[in-house]
């Protein structure tokens, strides 16, 4: 329920903005940012977020990567094809800083996206590619760690 989460978020906002807990506070507005997006205020989500940035830059790198990531996000789905993708290669570049995997699903999305508004087909097929790579490698390596049954045989 889309008020309720909202004013979920501003409570969990306004205590941690006045308990002094940084990172709580970024993780309350990046809340609040994903419901405002869901519902098209496209414009007060990007500042929360961008407050998030700051947050996380000064606080927690990985709050911070998210945070570009998120942000990238809320552009795709406002049609800003250019900051869409300056966000994803913010965050895909905070991500190899912090010794990540850089294709992350999400950030493949933005990047296909933004290339395709772009008339960049090479380089949304490129990222396409790597999406279709972190899926499968996820899907391999949950199947390699099961005990062998696989549709009710022992292998």
Same mark, same amino acid.
């Given at each position: ?6 004013? $979920?978020?501003? !409570?969990? $906002?306004?205590? %941690? ?28 989500? =990007?500042?929360?977020?961008?407050? @998030? @940035?700051? =947050?996380?830059?000064? $606080? ?6 998210? %945070?570009?990531?998120?942000?990238? !996000? *809320?552009? !795709?789905?406002q049609g ?16 190899r800083q912090?010794?990540k995997p850089? $294709? ?7 990047? =296909? ?7 960049? @087909?090479?380089? %949304? ?9 972190? *899926?499968?490698?996820?899907? *391999? ?8 049954? =696989? ?5």
């Amino acid at each position: 329920n889309m008020p309720e989460d909202e004013a $979920y978020y501003q !409570r969990a $906002y306004d205590a %941690a903005e006045a308990g002094g807990m940084p990172v709580f506070e970024a993780r309350a507005l990046s809340g609040l940012a994903h419901c405002h997006s869901d519902q098209g205020q496209y414009a007060q989500a =990007i500042g929360e977020m961008k407050r @998030v @940035v700051a =947050i996380g830059e000064k $606080y927690s790198p990985s709050l911070h990567e998210q %945070a570009w990531g998120e942000l990238s !996000r *809320v552009f !795709r789905l406002q049609g800003n094809a250019d900051s869409s993708l300056y966000a994803a290669r913010k965050s895909m570049e905070l991500r190899r800083q912090q010794g990540k995997p850089p $294709y992350q699903q999400v950030l493949c999305r933005s990047f =296909i996206w933004a290339f395709l508004q772009l008339d960049q @087909v090479d380089s %949304a097929f490129f990222y396409s590619r790597k999406s279709f790579k972190s *899926v499968m490698s996820i899907t *391999v390596s949950k199947c390699t760690t099961c005990s062998g049954n =696989i549709i009710g045989r022992k292998a």
